[in-house]
């Protein structure tokens, strides 16, 4: 009865206790020397380090850190985010492969960076869609082998170095989310499992193997490392990082958007970034010279173009096949806003910082269930003309 009490009270305490944003991350020595165990492992080809835990318990920090470890050793590192609610350098609704050259100093700014591949999911979790997910997070692990893993022989520019690979999972380990965290290993065979594990047990991946049937030992090489997360109270229980996620969700897109305008812009306030975005002129796209796929919903074709205004899409490329199948959602070069569509001109406006030289190549537009931030949408004494009537 009392260790049942005493798990009730870990919980409470894991659930509520709050690290302020302002403080500076930590990195407790035991995620130093992980960080370093994988980073001069004997191994060839290079380390391929898969990261998973439950939400909140450090996973991102921990994969930041451990690319700025492997980048001292190695002059580029891939990143393969399969965390589409709460991505590292994309914004939400994209997973995506990046190759990572240089530190991020300051692992608490968001940082936005082009990936060399991405795939447009169009929500924040992959309750959505489970079985699209998992095809996808394989097509981008696919494209990384091929290109900048295997030996050299087979490889297109022979000479060109291999990779480490960081891979960063979302912190869904119950039901489905174990069930697509499970094929993720199998299917990967990376060389390092570290778990994050936190005092409430039963919101823990189980200890050791998880990905294999009880009793089954797993054939390839692999080290699994268990850690905490970076804060303990002084009774040693697991302190989480709450976060608002939907809040973190905004700021990504925000930052994402940012880098349509000057970044000598002095913009000081959600209202003068607001104003910025809408006074901002947008590409103007031939409607007949694009498609429209709503992911998730089926919407008649007389309301194709309501539907579409005023959100946020996927840009992608229809010659760019993320494999073979013609069922596969081709790659997506980026994100943008539907700022406007004028039917007798038959033109679509939209504010994207694609570049103009990729930005003609799009001829596809994948609408899922993204929104454009609150905080652009309603500020004080300034009327969004997202919020306007007619803009059909």
């Not at 692992?107 to 795939?119: A, D, Y």
């Not at 924040?124 to 082998?145: Q, W």
């Not at 960081?166 to 965290?181: A, E, F, Q, S, Y």
């Not at 109270?233 to 608002?244: A, F, P």
Request: hydrophobic content about 35%; proline content about 8%.
């Amino acid at each position: 009865m009392g260790d049942m009490k005493l798990e009730k009270e870990k919980e409470k305490i894991e659930e509520t206790t709050e690290v302020p944003s302002s403080s500076s991350i930590y990195i407790p020595g035991h995620w130093s020397e992980t960080a370093e165990l994988i980073t001069n492992a004997s191994t060839y080809p290079p380390p391929i380090a898969f990261i998973c835990g439950p939400k909140n318990s450090g996973k991102t920090t921990f994969s930041r850190y451990l690319l700025n470890t492997l980048l001292q050793r190695y002059k580029e590192v891939a990143y393969l985010d399969t965390d589409c609610g709460q991505p590292e350098f994309t914004p939400p609704g994209c997973l995506s492969l990046s190759v990572i050259d240089e530190q991020t100093p300051d692992l608490t700014i968001p940082n936005i960076k082009t990936p060399v591949r991405c795939l447009f999911f169009g929500d924040n979790s992959a309750k959505r869609d489970p079985e699209t997910y998992i095809n996808y997070v394989f097509s981008l692990y696919d494209y990384f082998i091929t290109e900048y893993y295997m030996s050299n022989e087979s490889m297109k520019n022979p000479g060109k170095p291999l990779l480490p690979l960081v891979v960063n999972t979302p912190g869904w380990v119950k039901g489905i989310g174990r069930d697509m965290l499970e094929k993720m290993v199998r299917y990967f065979s990376p060389t390092h499992v570290v778990q994050i594990r936190i005092t409430a047990e039963k919101k823990n991946l189980p200890s050791g193997a998880f990905w294999l049937p009880e009793g089954q030992e797993y054939e390839s090489p692999v080290d699994l490392i268990e850690i905490k997360p970076a804060f303990e109270d002084s009774y040693k229980r697991s302190v989480l990082i709450l976060k608002d996620a939907r809040l973190m969700r905004d700021v990504r897109i925000i930052a994402y958007f940012r880098q349509c305008l000057p970044c000598d812009l002095d913009i000081s306030s959600r209202k003068e970034l607001a104003h910025a975005l809408a006074s901002h002129p947008p590409y103007e796209v031939p409607l007949s010279s694009i498609k429209v796929t709503h992911l998730y919903s089926q919407v008649p074709s007389s309301e194709i173009f309501h539907a579409l205004n005023a959100s946020i899409v996927g840009l992608a490329v229809t010659s760019t096949k993320s494999t073979n199948s013609e069922t596969c959602t081709p790659w997506c070069v980026g994100l943008g806003i539907v700022r406007g569509i004028d039917l007798s001109k038959d033109i679509l406006y939209v504010l994207t910082p694609v570049p103009q030289r990729v930005l003609v190549k799009v001829d596809l537009l994948l609408q899922g269930f993204l929104q454009i931030p609150i905080s652009l949408l309603q500020v004080q004494g300034y009327r969004s003309p997202y919020m306007s009537a007619n803009v059909l």
